[in-house]
């Protein structure tokens, strides 16, 4: 019997509020040039140490698979409980959600930049002299005004920071991914996009969509310096994902400030809660809808940022300021309180990485692990031992009783 | 390659003598009501600790997969190293086995009780004023005197406690699941058991069967009050599950006190001891049997019993007195010997639960985890990390030294 009938089976609908916090890329490494230490460890946290005090379960997550390291959506995808390796998001599908861009299952997307085409159609600088935002807007402008259809295809363009767009195309028996029309550097001519797959008339079929509407776009653009021409890269189309409400019986809803996180937990279905820009104003939105839903994503970027930064100092100050938020949230009680991270980001990489995050769960049935604080090396002594991302949300449902007994 | 073929492959026989002693529902968590300890932690356990110190691993075991509480079927069919997904037992035949009905492959059982029929044959109570035993065994004794047959197939009926009882059908080409004959609340009729696959011409035998049972049996209780009908529940067939003995080249012995664990060890082909009643007298008569067989499963239920009572002391209590029995058992020096549960069943849920369960394996090559006690605690710690309960005996095989090397 397949695993996931099995949960699905043994679900019993409840009233308990269940609440993942997201602190991304929290994972990190001790270094004798950090002082052995990671930010979590020489954090100041006794909002955190008081939460272990009461009781909690540690241990620590592979994100996808040992030695692999994640972008945001395989990360977010795993905490979400869906296999990152069958539930592939491409580039552009994850590019559009981080503008904000929505997408429909079957929705082809692909991150795109503006480049510089000699009269040959040879590109001769990639990032077409890295054009300002507001260059980049007007241009996309001009393409969304020219360009609405591609013969049954919806196209939509929306800017991104400097030399970056994204490109939607919505249309009937389309599939990714496609190779690149991308040559990956100056000097040659862009390639045609191609289908991975050559056995999928769905795939041709896009990329006979994007052939067409480099035909289209590319006389739009002719003139204009030094952006006179464009890159598509990552061309997929959005997956075709159970929904987080009928997968796990719980009704989900996202509190997060950047679009990409946003747009992750709309594509499993879960609602957008807008408005707060902080970590305490997050949480007192979770405060005030906590019994509209049953289950709360809520998503803290700073950890990851000042990781990226190799920034050890900013990376534990903004764990110290999540847990001087932290009271509010336990303000309302959540019978299960997850905090995690969705990959590790050490400053000493200053990029994500494969470590496997801590995780900590407490819930009225999570017991102690007597540990003293929420560490990665506390972690590591943990009763939840070292386990796959993608079943944290199943051990938050045995926590909120969510699971009926297996067989007699 | 598959892994149990490779086991398989590399399995070597030997004299060597394994012992699997189960405390059911050993594992527990640490509450703050309960002054932050488990009972295995809370407990005096002398003779547990000298064998500790002698060198012993550690770890925790998933019975079945992160999160899934399991009933005694699935912890101890995993604890035989049977997948309990892909072995399911029904409820009936659990239930079958642990009135020590013999069960054998393809043999169809459900778990019946007795009702209150109204004129028209509604359900008016679903347990018929909860008759007592004396009664459900009469009913039991009539019904099975007047019907021994059903079609070719053979019928058993054995009373269990007050108004349950369960029923056995052995015949040619049948099969399970059905659905329930169990309207599941008063005020209905009973439904017809159906095949959960229609296309299974086996279940729908079976099905037919239950219906010609019931043809005959309604009429034999008619007019008896309360007790004029019967539901009948979990109706599924004993699966055809590879023998302990050829699975592991390891002649199996069973010593258990309660008749579904006596019953489970059946299931796979294992030796019924019978006789002794208390842990002292199981550990006695592995002392006098030890070389008949290489392989013994000891079966010890009150830790369970009391786990599911929610009491702290008494649980404790009974881990006490398995210490008080345990130097019986060492005196016969078995070669490897682990100590653990089918499951946790933590006195603060009062039922089994999910969380991993810890365990110990003793033998000369299992080395030291250097760790003072045996517990919760402790064993997550310990070198056996968290991993999944169907490998257990592959690891006792292993430090029986009963593989041979893979590959050059």
């Known amino acids: 019997m397949n695993l996931d009938t099995l949960y699905s089976e043994l679900t019993l609908k409840t009233n308990a509020k269940l609440v993942l916090v997201v602190l991304d890329g929290l994972g990190d490494i001790a270094t004798q040039a950090q ?20 009781g909690c379960a540690q241990g620590r997550m592979l994100p996808v698979a040992p030695g692999i ?30 503008l904000g861009v929505e997408l429909k299952p079957g929705d082809v997307a692909a991150r795109a930049n503006f480049c510089t085409l000699d009269s040959k159609g040879i590109v001769t600088d990639r990032r077409a002299g890295r054009i300002e935002t507001a260059v980049c807007e007007e241009l996309c402008g001009l393409l969304s005004k020219k360009i609405r ?4 295809a919806e196209v939509t363009i929306k800017a991104g920071k400097g ?55 590319l006389p739009v653009l002719a003139g204009r310096k030094p ?71 809520i998503h803290y970027k700073y950890t990851d940022m000042y990781g990226e930064d190799g920034n050890f100092e900013a990376k534990k100050r903004a764990i110290e300021e999540f847990d001087v938020a932290l009271p509010v949230l336990l303000r309302k009680k959540p019978d299960v309180l997850a905090i995690t991270g969705d990959h590790s980001t050490p400053c000493a990489l200053k990029g994500h ?25 506390g972690a590591n002594q943990g009763s939840l031992g070292l386990f796959e991302a993608k079943y944290l949300i199943r051990l938050m449902q045995a926590n909120a009783r969510m699971f009926d007994k297996f067989g007699a």
Chains 1, 2 share one sequence.
């Open 353 to 377: 990485s494969w470590h496997p995050q801590p995780v900590l769960l407490h819930s009225a049935f999570s017991g102690s692990d007597k540990l003293l604080r929420f560490t990665e090396t």
């Open 35 to 54: 002082g052995d230490m990671t930010p979590l460890e020489a954090a100041r946290t006794p909002n955190l140490d008081a939460l272990v005090a009461q």
């Open 227 to 297: 952006a006179n021409g464009f890159l598509m890269r990552g061309i997929a189309h959005q997956p075709d994902i159970p929904l987080f409400e009928e997968r796990y019986q719980l009704k989900a809803a996202c509190l997060a400030v950047y679009p990409m996180y946003k747009g992750l937990a709309q594509l499993v279905g879960m609602t957008r809660l807008d408005g707060p820009q902080t970590i305490g104003e997050q949480l007192e939105q979770y405060v005030a809808e906590q019994d509209r839903y049953g289950f709360f994503f």
């Open 163 to 217: 030399h970056r767009f994204v490109v939607l195309f919505r249309g009937k028996g389309l599939e990714g991914p496609l190779t690149d029309a991308d040559p990956h550097r100056e000097g040659l001519v862009i390639p045609a996009a191609e289908a991975v797959n050559p056995k999928s008339a769905k795939a041709k079929k896009a990329a006979k969509l994007v052939s067409d509407f480099y035909k289209a776009a």
């Open 69 to 98: 390291t994640p972008g945001s959506g395989p990360g977010h995808l795993g905490l979400f409980g869906y296999d990152p390796l069958e539930y592939q998001v491409g580039r552009g599908v994850i590019e559009a959600l981080g």
């Open 149 to 152: 259809k591609i013969g049954d």
